[in-house]
């Protein structure tokens, strides 16, 4: 398994960063890549076990993900269980830490298999790179989202 670490800055209290994760069937209001977002399955609350598509831009990429770690204002794993992405599995972990009474550092670590077999080995530097950019391009528009719309209250 390969993993990530990237991390943002987000001038606002944590819990209006929180909030703005935790709205995870509309996850697609603030990164530019994705077309869509929305919950599938019975458990229609932000919680273990909320599951969840999001659908590129690209018009053909997706991701099914559950979420398999819950600590409210700290910690939300998300775990990548069906995609046409080239890759078999993922893990993402979105940490929350208080930096003062109006920053919040969010830490992403992303964690992969790749898909191909020794195709797939081969390709992963560029793949880590790539990943990485757009995990970086992640966090720092939930950034400025959460900045743009500080007042923001979002329903669970």
């Known amino acids: ?21 935790n709205d995870y069937g509309n996850i697609d209001k603030f ?35 559950r979420i398999s770690e819950y600590l409210e ?32 550092r969010v830490t992403m670590t992303m964690s992969f298999t790749p898909k191909m077999g020794i195709l797939g080995k081969l390709l992963t530097p560029f793949m880590k790179f790539q990943f990485k950019k757009g995990l970086r391009g992640l966090l720092k528009s939930n950034a400025d989202y959460v900045e743009k719309y500080s007042g923001l209250r979002v329903a669970a």
Do not use: H
Request: charged share 20%.
């Open 31 to 65: 990164p530019p890549g994705l077309r869509a977002s929305y919950l599938i399955g019975k458990k229609q609350k932000t919680d273990v076990g909320a599951v969840r598509q999001c659908d590129f831009t690209d018009g053909k990429t997706f991701l099914k993900e």
């Open 73 to 104: 204002n700290q910690r939300i794993t998300i775990d990548i269980y069906d995609t046409n992405a080239p890759i078999k599995d993922g893990q993402a972990i979105f940490e929350f830490t208080p930096q003062g009474p109006s920053k919040t």
């Open 1 to 21: 398994m390969v993993s990530i670490a990237v991390y943002q800055t987000v001038n606002a209290p944590i819990s209006t960063v929180w909030n703005s994760w």
